[in-house]
């Protein structure tokens, strides 16, 4: 039970990918922030064959960690999922102060984000992901699968070419 539908809003990457990459992640995770360069580096080195997909898994002990997961789906309804995502994972304290200063930095609509970060529909997204999450086996983030399959080992260019 180690595979993903391919099913997912928050993607990037050529309309007809060779491979899907898809994180359940968590922006305040270390490893996950870590590990930017080399999903970037996947991303360039495949341009347009590989369709990332980030998935939240906060951690429920964490407030900030479901801040920011919350924030990004916050941008998402202003088209700033991924200006959202890319500043998230370089904040060293996510608060909702913070979050709101991002927010006016990446042009958004200040007054819509704020009431955003309350909506229920948006936590309601955010346990969807972690719940298909539990069901897929996931436990710690950062969690990657290759073309539908659970990735194990060591994340390194060469093992997650397509």
Known sequence: MNSIANNFLADMGGPIPTVELTEF??????????????????????????????????????????????AAEAARRQDQFWPMYQALFTLPNITRTTLSVLA?????????????????????RIEADRGEGHQLG?????????????????????????
């Open 104 to 124: 006016i930095s990446l042009g958004l609509q200040y007054h819509q984000f704020l009431t955003d970060l309350d909506d229920d529909d948006l936590h309601h």
């Open 25 to 70: 992640g968590d922006f305040t995770c270390g490893q996950c922030r870590r590990s930017r360069s080399l999903l970037t580096s996947v991303l360039n080195a495949f341009d347009g064959r590989v369709r990332y997909t980030y998935r939240h898994f906060p951690n429920d002990r964490c407030e900030a960690s479901k801040m920011a997961a919350l």
């Open 138 to 162: 996931v436990l710690t983030t950062p969690t990657l699968f290759v073309g539908g399959q659970r990735f194990y080992g060591k994340m390194t260019l060469s093992r997650l070419a397509p």
